[in-house]
């Protein structure tokens, strides 16, 4: 579940009846409204003092939990405390059944993963959440995040046979999972909706491909609406062009996504994140010693002051 996914069942939401819960609700609201403010104190303000109302909803009080967990991963970097907000709503939503608090646990799940993949190096741990996740609740994008993660898991080198192809098994599964669950997901808004399916449907293509099983792959290649590919699918489009010995293709499509990410000093930091995923992608390591990947591979050091 994204932030906007989050802000969607904030607003449905009836008014709470309780006093405490209301004043809660309008401070997370104010505090939503503020999550594009450069400094992001204010917003982490509120969102804490919306929290000291000790709302007795547990949905209320979970959403304002996820937004603070959300608010130190993305805009303090305080990951520390983005973590302990997330392990906060799992540990106090065991054997949830509430659908609101299934959605919100899970998005804690996947949030938490991320972090775990993307900053600790903790692959397998992250592989962990994202399956948990699903299991409370079924979304496409969780399983295609769980396909992609565990596809690099079992296209490793370094692993042994035994261990890459129970990866890739997971990743197949996965992918096909996230396949069947896309048409379910972001109902009502069918750019969205078509973008994801697409995506999706290209990450199975992508499994199938290094699996060898090439029929299925064209099959299912043929069926993907390609003009719905949004930028959110440009690194896995890079990796099938890898796949598929198109160098020249798979360069310019992660050139294209590095641009995706915030010019100057503010995006740095996210550009030499990506940079680390290339590094370590194992469909790219014939192409690292490009020249032209040199942008692509080098990171950016911090400016000196």
């Known amino acids: 579940m994204t932030l906007a996914r989050s802000l969607v069942l904030l607003v449905a939401l009836a008014t709470p009846a309780v006093a405490g819960d209301q004043e809660a609700f309008g401070l997370l609201r104010q505090a939503h409204e503020r999550w594009n403010d450069p400094d992001p104190a204010e917003a982490l303000r509120l969102a804490n003092e919306a929290l000291a109302q000790n709302p007795t909803s547990k949905v209320i009080r979970t959403q304002i939990l996820l937004f603070i967990g959300s608010l130190h991963q993305v805009k303090t970097g305080n990951l520390d405390a983005a973590l302990e907000r997330y392990d906060q709503i799992i540990q106090s ?38 399956q948990s996740a699903n299991e409370t609740n079924q979304l496409s994008t969780t399983q295609d995040t769980a396909s992609q993660l565990a596809y690099r898991m079992g ?90 010995g198109q160098a020249d293709d798979a360069t310019a499509l992660l050139k294209q996504f590095m641009s995706t990410r915030p010019a100057g000093e503010d995006g740095r930091t996210a550009r030499n994140q990506l940079r680390k995923f290339i590094r370590s992608e194992p469909d790219f390591a014939a192409l690292r010693a490009r020249p032209d990947w040199k942008e692509l591979v080098d990171d950016e050091a911090a400016p000196r002051r």
């Open 93 to 130: 939503l065991v054997a949830v059944t509430d659908p609101q608090l299934k959605q919100l646990k899970a998005d804690a799940m996947v949030r938490k993963g991320n972090i775990l993949y993307a900053e600790r190096d903790d692959a397998a741990g992250a592989l962990k959440l994202y």
């Open 155 to 244: 296209r490793d080198p370094a692993r042994g046979q035994q261990d890459r192809q129970k990866f890739m098994d997971v990743a197949l599964k996965a992918s096909r999972e996230a396949v069947q669950l896309a048409p379910r997901q972001f109902q009502g808004d069918e750019a969205r909706q078509a973008g994801n399916l697409a995506k999706c449907q290209l990450q199975l293509v992508i499994v199938l491909t290094a699996l060898g099983q090439g029929d299925e792959a064209r099959t299912v290649w043929d069926s993907i609406d390609k003009a719905r590919f949004a930028d959110a699918a440009l690194y896995q489009r890079a990796l099938l062009a890898a796949l598929r």
